[in-house]
């Protein structure tokens, strides 16, 4: 495990530290599960895109062989 060193204001920390007494953790624990909180996001949204793009690219949804410009698809 890497440790970080972190500047923080001192009204900021107090609050912090009973924040995190009040719910029987600690901020070395608050902040490590909010930093993997946005790893695990980041993987996830990163996986969503592949996979999209991945369906994309094996889609067979043709419609004919027609194709439209920009004028026909946004007309009312």
Request: glycine residues 4%.
């Given at each position: 495990?890497?440790?970080?060193?972190?500047?923080?204001?001192?009204?900021?920390?107090?609050?912090v530290?009973?924040?995190?007494?009040?719910h029987?953790?600690?901020?070395?624990?608050?902040?490590?599960?909010?930093?993997?909180?946005?790893?695990?996001?980041?993987?996830?949204?990163?996986?969503?895109?592949q996979?999209?793009?991945?369906?994309?690219?094996?889609?067979?949804?043709?419609?004919?062989?027609?194709?439209?410009?920009?004028?026909?698809?946004?007309?009312?």
């Amino acid at each position: 495990m890497k440790n970080i060193t972190l500047s923080v204001d001192e009204t900021v920390m107090r609050a912090v530290r009973l924040y995190a007494a009040e719910h029987g953790s600690t901020v070395n624990a608050l902040v490590r599960e909010f930093l993997t909180g946005i790893a695990q996001r980041e993987d996830r949204a990163r996986k969503a895109r592949q996979r999209i793009i991945e369906l994309s690219e094996r889609s067979t949804a043709r419609i004919g062989s027609r194709s439209w410009n920009r004028e026909e698809l946004h007309e009312r």
